[in-house]
C-alpha cells in the first residue's frame, strides 16, 4: 500500500512525465515552419497595386461631329515618367466630388510634350461621358482635378522591406 496517501504517481511514471515528448516537438517545429515557408510564398505572391494621383487643368474640349467628345488635360512634366498611351485613367473634378459624382474611367489616347507641361487627350463616348454613378457631367475649360493611375504592382513583401528599411534610413539621419 501506498505510504503517503497523496502520492498516486511512483518514481517511474514521474520520470516518464519530466522527460519531454521529443515527437511532439519535432511536428511542432515542422509545422511552424511549413506556416513560415507558406506565408513568406503567400506574402511574395500578392501584389497591390501602386497607384499615383497627378494633378491637372482641363484645357480643352472638343466635340467632332461623330459621337466622341475628345478633352486635353495639362500635367506638369514632373510625372510623365508615370503615363503612357492607352493606360487606363480614373479622372476626379474638384468641383464634382467623387463620392457624389463619381470617377470617369478612360484610357490616355495621345500625349503631347509643351514647354515643360505634358498635354494628355483622352476620348469619351457620348455613353461612357456619364460617370460611374449615371449622372451627366458637364466638363468645361480650366476645370481642375486629378488623374488617378495605376504604376506598377508591388508583392506585399518588398512592400513591407522598404518601408522598414525607409524607417531605418529616416533614423541614421537624424
Do not use: C
Not at 511536428?27 to 497607384?51: C, E, M, R, S, V
Not at 484610357?107 to 503631347?112: G, L
Amino acid at each position: 500500500m501506498i505510504s503517503n496517501k497523496f502520492e498516486l504517481r511512483s518514481n517511474e511514471v514521474q520520470e516518464v512525465f519530466q522527460k519531454s515528448p521529443h515527437l511532439l516537438i519535432m511536428w511542432g517545429n515542422t509545422f511552424i515552419g511549413i506556416i513560415l515557408i507558406a506565408g513568406f510564398y503567400l506574402l511574395d505572391n500578392i501584389t497591390i497595386p501602386q497607384k499615383i494621383t497627378i494633378p491637372f487643368q482641363l484645357i480643352q474640349t472638343k466635340k467632332p461631329y461623330n459621337s466622341e467628345e475628345v478633352f486635353a488635360l495639362q500635367i506638369d512634366s514632373e510625372y510623365t515618367s508615370h503615363i503612357y498611351q492607352h493606360q487606363p485613367i480614373n479622372i476626379n473634378f474638384e468641383k464634382y466630388p467623387s463620392n457624389i459624382y463619381g470617377t470617369i474611367q478612360t484610357e490616355i489616347d495621345t500625349i503631347i510634350s509643351f514647354q515643360n507641361k505634358k498635354i494628355i487627350f483622352f476620348k469619351l463616348q457620348n455613353e461612357q461621358s456619364k460617370n460611374n454613378l449615371s449622372f451627366r457631367v458637364t466638363l468645361k475649360p480650366f476645370l481642375l482635378g486629378n488623374l488617378v493611375t495605376q504604376i506598377d504592382k508591388k508583392n506585399f513583401l518588398s512592400t513591407i522591406k522598404n518601408s522598414l528599411f525607409s524607417k531605418i534610413k529616416t533614423k541614421d539621419k537624424r
